[in-house]
T-cell receptor
Framework: NAGVTQTPKFRVLKTGQSMTLLCAQDMNHEYMYWYRQDPGMGLRLIHYSVGEGTTAKGEVPDGYNVSRLKKQNFLLGLESAAPSQTSVYFC??????????????FGQGTRLTVV | DQQVKQNSPSLSVQEGRISILNCDYTNSMFDYFLWYKKYPAEGPTFLISISSIKDKNEDGRFTVFLNKSAKHLSLHIVPSQPGDSAVYFCAAADNNDMRFGAGTRLTVKP
């Protein structure tokens, strides 16, 4: 049982390059999330989705776009990478909304460095 | 602004003793609180949660206490084991938002 899988695990980008992070879950969860984790700060929500075909902005959405074309996949895109986007990115999914205490299942993370 | 604060970046305890991890929040609208544990090179995993209508929730060695008037919650681990060594994040949620603290690195020494 794979749970939540993120691809790739590591990536180095040059400023201005674009890339897409892929998140896949096999638990039939409705809710999916993208977070970033930076030193001295907690996980911050970038974008989330409450179901196939839907997306919404989180706490720090600027510079990112997302798509949820299939229920099991949630893609995070960086159109023009900046050094400030150097971070560890986590995808998560949940059966119900985490805002009502439902646990989220996290992927193993993607370490992105923008030089 | 950090609405959820974990003021202790690190904590070290002896195996078998109690670990107490603290978390403070500023938004009185938060009504669900969760703790996640994170090992290096892995994603966070859910540990325990509590609703604002309770002041205590227990699951095996883990107990979360909530003091709404003080806007404070704590996670107690008794007895602590070396395998509990990890970073612990608290999170607070309302209907529209969930915020995480910066985490506390717990080290349990054998």
């Amino acid at each position: 049982n794979a749970g939540v899988t993120q691809t790739p695990k590591f990536r180095v980008l040059k400023t201005g390059q674009s890339m897409t992070l892929l998140c896949a879950q096999d638990m039939n969860h409705e809710y999916m999330y993208w977070y970033r984790q930076d030193p001295g700060m907690g996980l911050r929500l970038i974008h989330y989705s409450v179901g196939e075909g839907t997306t919404a902005k989180g706490e720090v959405p600027d510079g990112y776009n997302v798509s949820r074309l299939k229920k099991q996949n949630f893609l995070l895109g960086l159109e023009s990478a900046a050094p400030s986007q150097t971070s560890v990115y986590f995808c998560a999914s949940s059966l119900g909304t985490v805002l009502r205490g439902t646990e989220a299942f996290f992927g193993q993370g993607t370490r992105l460095t923008v030089v | 602004d950090q609405q959820v604060k974990q003021n202790s970046p690190s904590l070290s305890v002896q195996e078998g003793r109690i670990s107490i991890l603290n978390c403070d929040y500023t938004n009185s609208m938060f009504d669900y609180f969760l703790w996640y544990k994170k090992y290096p090179a892995e994603g966070p995993t859910f540990l325990i949660s509590i609703s604002s209508i309770k002041d205590k929730n227990e699951d095996g060695r883990f107990t979360v206490f909530l003091n709404k008037s003080a806007k404070h919650l704590s996670l107690h681990i008794v007895p602590s084991q070396p395998g509990d060594s990890a970073v612990y994040f608290c999170a607070a949620a309302d209907n529209n938002d969930m915020r995480f603290g910066a985490g506390t690195r717990l080290t349990v020494k054998p």
